[in-house]
């Protein structure tokens, strides 16, 4: 609306519309779905689409199903107990350094396999290495107090 005037401003005038030249030719009735065979759609590209589904024979495993994933026991657990217990027994005798030596083999081990947590392993490493340490050390106070003769 025009505020000063308060009348709407006018209409524009409506389009020309030509006729068709004689060389075209009309579409037909009902336009085709883009990408339609020539025999047509029965239902919308968008629409469930039904599968002729069944299972595998028996014994056989079907071509489009992975196999099932390979059953591993956890390495990183038994890691980390050897080296608690390692780490215990390290704090009183120098004796316990093979499990030391153990968990730590046992944690490189669960650090190299792509399941297992990388947490444990670590944890079970850096505990094995103390309980080394202390084994090492008592072994080092024990050893010239032994009676050699």
């Known amino acids: 609306m025009d505020a000063a005037l308060g009348t709407p401003p006018p209409l524009p005038p ?14 037909p009735a009902a336009p ?3 990408g339609a065979a020539r025999t047509g759609y029965t239902q919308l590209p968008t629409a469930p689409v039904i599968l002729a589904t069944h299972g595998p024979v028996e014994g056989e495993s079907s071509p489009w199903s ?16 050897l080296a608690i217990v390692a780490l215990g027994a390290s704090f009183f005798v ?17 650090l190299r396999r792509p399941g297992e ?22 072994l080092l106070w024990v050893i010239p107090q032994l009676p050699l003769g």
């Open 14 to 27: 409506p389009p020309i519309v030509e006729a068709p030249s004689p060389d075209v030719v009309a579409a």
């Open 32 to 34: 085709r779905i883009p």
């Open 66 to 81: 992975p196999p099932p994933p390979a059953r591993r026991t956890a390495v990183g657990p038994w890691a980390l107990a």
């Open 94 to 110: 120098g004796w316990m350094l093979p499990f030391g030596l153990a968990g730590f083999v046992v944690a490189i081990v669960a």
């Open 117 to 138: 947590s990388r947490a444990i392993a670590v944890w079970a490493l850096v505990l094995s290495l103390v309980s080394l340490v202390y084994s090492v050390g008592w």
